[in-house]
Nanobody
Framework: QVQLVESGGGLVQAGDSLRLSCAASGRTFSSYAMGWFRQAPGKEREFVAAISRSGGSTRYADSVKGRFTISRDNAKNTVYLQMNSLKPEDTAVYYC???????????????WGQGTQVTVST
């Protein structure tokens, strides 16, 4: 079992940057691909970014490509989401998740964190 705890959310202005972190428990972190998803009020949860077990492959939603960067440090059991040039439409609860393979659909993920709120004001 993997437990995931996100941190780093907050209230920022449009154009600002934030870095989200997701710390995983257990010694099997490097066995999992990791993903970030987000859910805005009244909307479906959507894929943001994912990274392979080694960190050698990444995937991004078109809406964040070029602005967000996913990375991981397997020695620290942590995955990151660097978010630059934030927009009001990025406002959502952001979740990290773990999967056995690199998926962009949330149904492929086995473990989820509790989420961290990101609010971007105009």
């Amino acid at each position: 079992q993997v437990q995931l705890v996100e941190s780093g959310g907050g209230l920022v202005q449009a154009g600002d940057s934030l870095r989200l972190s997701c710390a995983a428990s257990g010694r099997t972190f490097s066995s999992y691909a990791m993903g970030w998803f987000r859910q805005a009020p009244g909307k479906e949860r959507e894929f943001v970014a994912a990274i392979s077990r080694s960190g050698g492959s990444t995937r991004y939603a078109d809406s964040v490509k070029g602005r967000f960067t996913i990375s991981r440090d397997n020695a620290k059991n942590t995955v990151y989401l660097q978010m630059n040039s934030l927009k009001p439409e990025d406002t959502a609860v952001y979740y990290c998740a773990a999967a056995r393979a690199l998926y962009i659909r949330d149904c492929g993920y086995d473990y989820w964190g509790q989420g961290t709120q990101v609010t971007v004001s105009t």
